[in-house]
């Protein structure tokens, strides 16, 4: 096994072992990048303040999500098309998530479906959904989601529509790969996901081929979410969607304070700071950055969590410290996926909870929960440079 150190060096044997398209679809952000690309620099921008002479015996990652302590408070967050990263990739990540004690999404654009997930696991994992114009698919699927024994549904409320992603079109992207010269001339060199690849029976989209009505190509996100997707998706559909799940709910995608307020007043029990990985609206802030005044916002009526961005512990730390009960991880764990399969993704796991714990002690703390604004180093005006 190759010496991993960080999330970065998964990064590059995802890149050297995966087919092209599937790395670049998980690789990229929407339109210039400029948002995708500020995610990540923006926590660089942030800086850690040392504390010594503490004593730090007795540390702990674990911290709660929904109220279930967690080895620490990372989600694995829905990712579209997982299993193309390597074949049966949802179920890979979803044991990995399971054994390892934090809990893991899967998205309704998944190869495996809910029920495969469901078979290959025995903790609950959360359901993310995506509604369609077919009222009755999104009654259904929900009905699956609890036969499955999903313990929360992850409302994303950024994606009625796709931020256009350049080189998904320029690959030609779908799933599973059309065999054109280009891709077969890209995996002679991706053997092994081949033959993965070849072994399984998992390369549609499970939770929806053969679950819905559908005309035309299936198997391309672009034309999906075109041509399926519910743009009615509004604060009335999004109760009435929680209403007919009656358990759970995240509300995924909010970035400014007066939808934080619209949100927690559907009685959302947590609601996620993001931007979709910046692969939505290109030109948002990054999460980090709307984060204090969101948690501010409503801190007290909901558990605020943030994803995009979040590459290493230290990124954890920074976001928690900023007030965020809980983070949600995607590149990071599905560049241990397409790296190395599910051991890569308890690598990833293990890379960054290695990295909290160590910097939470430099930092001079022994926990999660005690970490804040102390711990930190800010660029004056940081948070409101902008208006
Ligand atoms: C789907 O959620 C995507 O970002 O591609």
Request: with cysteine.
């Amino acid at each position: 096994m190759p010496v991993i150190t960080c999330i970065d060096d998964l990064k590059r044997l995802h890149k050297r072992r995966t087919p092209k398209m599937f790395y670049d679809y998980a690789e990229s952000g929407s339109y210039t990048e400029q948002t995708f690309r500020e995610n990540t620099t923006d926590f660089a921008q942030i800086r850690l303040n040392q504390k010594v002479a503490v004593d730090l015996t007795g540390r702990s990652t674990a911290g709660p999500m929904l109220g279930e302590n967690r080895a620490m408070p990372v989600a694995l967050a829905p990712v579209g098309l997982t299993g193309m990263q390597r074949a049966d990739g949802e179920i890979k990540a979803a044991k990995a998530a399971e054994k390892f004690g934090v809990p893991y999404t899967l998205s309704t654009m998944s190869v495996c479906s809910i029920e495969d997930v469901a078979e290959h696991t025995s903790a609950p994992f959360w359901f993310q959904i995506y509604t369609l114009t077919d009222d009755d698919y999104n009654r259904r699927v929900l009905e699956r989601a609890r036969a499955a024994g999903c313990s929360a549904l992850v409302i994303t409320v950024d994606l009625q529509l796709l931020g256009q992603r350049h080189k998904d079109l320029k690959n030609g992207l779908t799933t599973p790969p059309k065999l054109t010269p280009a891709v077969l001339a890209d995996l002679a060199t991706k053997w092994r996901w081949g033959l993965e690849m070849l072994q399984t029976k998992r390369r549609f989209f499970g939770n929806i081929v053969g679950h819905v009505e559908m005309e035309g190509d299936t198997s391309s996100l672009a034309a999906w979410t075109a041509a399926k997707f519910d743009q009615r998706l509004d604060w009335d559909r999004i109760k009435h969607l929680m209403d007919m799940w009656g358990g759970k709910v995240i509300l995924k995608g909010i970035l400014n304070p007066e939808d934080a307020e619209l949100a927690a007043a559907t009685g959302a029990d947590a609601i996620v700071v993001s931007n979709h990985g910046g692969r939505q609206l290109d030109g948002a802030l990054s999460s980090l950055r709307v984060l204090p005044s969101i948690v501010q916002a409503v801190g007290n009526k909901t558990e605020v969590w943030m994803d995009s961005g979040i590459r290493s512990g230290q990124d954890v730390l920074k976001a928690l410290a900023l007030g965020a009960k809980g983070v949600m991880i995607g590149r990071a764990y599905i560049h241990g996926l397409g790296a190395m399969g599910e051991p890569g993704v308890t690598r990833a796991l293990e890379v960054i909870q290695k990295e909290l714990d160590t910097t939470m002690a430099l930092c001079g703390e022994t926990t999660p929960a005690a970490l804040g604004r102390h711990n930190l180093l800010v660029p004056k005006d940081f948070f409101d440079s902008y208006s």
